[in-house]
């Protein structure tokens, strides 16, 4: 119903792990030794016209479809909120308890019990806070902070696959080969895209902010942290002097092929631990406080959603390539391994013999939210900018959060399927078929269109 009046609440629910969690998004497990700061579960819930939307972002690195759709059952239950209208992500920190599995690291048993119901606790909160407001939706370009991780390399060098065996066309991230860079893969999204939400009387609801950009990975691995993410959301609010219901949630774009670590200009960020967080957060906070003056309010902001499960082929290895696994799966001791070539030819040996069990068709969620003139739309995993930047063309005013509602991994253009990296071998975080990212693409474009 247009011109109804608009009501928004924000909470938060303390979602840091304890000492000696697992934590994942290496190659190889580790425990929290030391808190650096705190990690958060960010809600913002949105009525309107007899419609409720809700937005959680998580300070975790992924969490797999059954956790996500057992927290929407769960706020479902306790706030009738439609399920279909839940966007539940990952900032994807790579400092965060261990939820889902990723190569050697398992989910922590014990946190991973406690996150759904401390997730569900953040969006209550927030549906108690509900109170008349006004939205505005802004972006601000910040290109400084986003760097195509993928690269070209010289007649001489050979990016090794331990997946086949053979050379890719390019490396991801070329660590000790910076001298052998020609150039870069592609572009990047350096749009910072992002809802405002105010009271009546101007006190400040929240900000969704999204930025196509991995962690910054500035820590020493045992470190709990929410990385740039949660510099922002600390800065921000300081820039605001907001409240403390105020919540400042970055979330992650489509950032499968960018990261900060620059390898044709390596010294351009301090080095020190956590600097290049405290740079990017406060620049990103920066941006959107400078953006503010420009915006335009709704008061009745017209909401919607549409979702939908898009069926997609995995990627399987053959028999011949499941029996060379076994073998040297049999011949590893996993607890031993080093991060070189050998050591990845193991690891992603037990990626095959995993993969080999998994269904042959894996169902992604898209969904796609509306507030006002703003449109956010959802993807599953670890998408690249191109995505990113061709839905942008498309939709307007418009921008995608990742790693939302489930994990499929990476899920690379088909051109960049063809050029290999990191982001296409094939393990259990790059499954699906080449023409997943078109499939993918297309159906939530449909979804976008039709709000």
């Not at 009271?199 to 991995?214: D, K, M, P, Q, T």
């Not at 960018?258 to 406060?282: Q, T």
């Not at 259990?428 to 159906?443: D, H, Q, V």
Request: proline share 6%.
């Amino acid at each position: 119903m247009n011109g109804s009046i608009c009501k928004a609440g924000a909470a938060a629910a303390d979602i840091t792990p304890a000492l000696g969690t697992l934590v994942n998004g290496d190659f190889f497990p580790h425990r929290a030794t030391h808190i650096h700061d705190r990690l958060y579960a960010r809600a913002l819930v949105l009525e309107q016209g007899g419609i409720t939307l809700a937005f959680v972002v998580a300070d975790i690195c992924v969490m797999p479809r059954q956790m996500m759709d057992a927290v929407k059952a769960g706020v479902a239950a306790q706030t009738g909120i439609d399920r279909a209208h839940i966007l539940i992500s990952c900032t994807h920190t790579h400092a965060g308890g261990s939820a889902g599995d990723i190569f050697l690291t398992p989910p922590d048993p014990a946190y991973a019990a406690l996150l759904p119901g401390l997730i569900t606790q953040a969006v209550a909160a927030a549906v108690q806070r509900l109170q008349p407001a006004r939205t505005a939706y802004g972006a601000v370009p910040v290109p400084q902070h986003v760097v195509c991780r993928r690269y070209y390399m010289k007649d001489g060098y050979v990016p090794e696959n331990p997946v086949t065996g053979g050379a890719d066309i390019i490396k991801t991230n070329p660590f000790g080969a910076e001298n052998a860079i020609e150039s870069r893969v592609a572009e990047t999204d350096p749009g910072l895209s992002f809802l405002a939400v105010q009271a009546e009387s101007g006190e400040w609801i929240a900000v969704l902010a999204n930025y196509s950009l991995h962690y910054a990975g500035d820590w020493e691995n045992g470190t709990i942290s929410a990385d740039y993410f949660g510099v922002f959301s600390r800065h921000l609010r300081s820039l605001l002097q907001a409240g403390d219901h105020f919540q400042a949630i970055m979330s992650n774009g489509t950032s499968g092929d960018v990261n900060i670590w620059d390898f044709l200009e390596p010294h351009r960020y301090p080095s020190a631990h956590y600097a290049k967080s405290e740079v990017i957060g406060r620049d990103l906070a920066a941006a959107v406080y400078n953006a503010l003056p420009a915006l335009q309010w709704n008061s009745s902001p017209v909401l919607a959603a549409a979702c939908d499960e898009v069926p997609v082929q995995v990627r399987k290895p053959s028999s011949a390539e499941t029996g060379a696994a076994r073998l040297l799966m049999a011949d590893t001791d996993y607890t031993a391994l080093l991060y070189d070539i050998g050591g990845l030819r193991r690891i992603y040996a037990r990626e095959q013999v995993l993969l080999a069990e998994m269904p042959d068709t894996l169902f992604c969620p898209v969904q796609a939210l509306k507030v006002g003139e703003c449109t956010i739309g959802a993807l599953p995993g670890e998408f690249f900018a191109e995505t990113g930047l061709r839905l942008k063309r498309f939709a307007g005013r418009y921008f995608t959060i990742g790693l939302a509602n489930a994990n499929v991994g990476y899920v690379p253009p088909a051109a960049e399927m063809e050029r290999g990296g990191y982001e296409t071998w094939r393990c259990r975080n790059s499954l699906l078929e080449t023409a997943a990212e078109e499939k993918i693409f297309n159906r939530l474009l449909e979804l976008v269109r039709g709000l």
